[in-house]
């Protein structure tokens, strides 16, 4: 099993900035890709950014020069460094680790990120 537990999550003015991290525990050598979903109320859940075990990273268009993500793999986290927030970033993020090996992915609980115009 892998667990995945989110930080970082708060309140913010547009134009504004916020750091996401989320550490993993658990199997962690069977992880590969890790990645940063958000889920807006009404919405579906979305793809915002991912990076594999050899850190190649992409991004979804709507966040694409805004935001970076970033991987530690001797402290198992990611991390989703955000600027330039807009009011339609607002939602919950979530953690998501992929194991090729084990055929599943793993989620976080996700954390709140508002911005306010």
């Known amino acids: 099993q892998v667990q995945l537990v989110e930080s970082g999550g708060g309140s913010v003015q547009a134009g504004g900035s916020l750091t996401l991290s989320c550490t993993a525990s658990?199997?962690?050598?069977?992880?590969?890709?890790m990645a940063w979903y958000r889920q807006a109320p009404g919405k579906q859940r979305e793809l915002v950014a991912d990076s594999t075990r050899s850190s190649s990273t992409s991004y979804a268009d709507s966040v694409k020069g805004r935001f970076t993500i970033s991987r530690d793999n001797a402290k198992n986290t990611v991390y989703l460094q955000m600027t330039s927030l807009k009011p339609e970033d607002t939602a919950v993020y979530y953690c998501?680790?992929?194991?090729?090996?084990?055929?599943?992915?793993?989620w976080g609980q996700g954390t709140q990120v508002t911005v306010s115009s």
């Open positions: 998501n680790a992929w194991s090729t090996s084990l055929h599943r992915d793993y």
């Open positions: 658990g199997i962690i050598f069977s992880i590969d890709t």
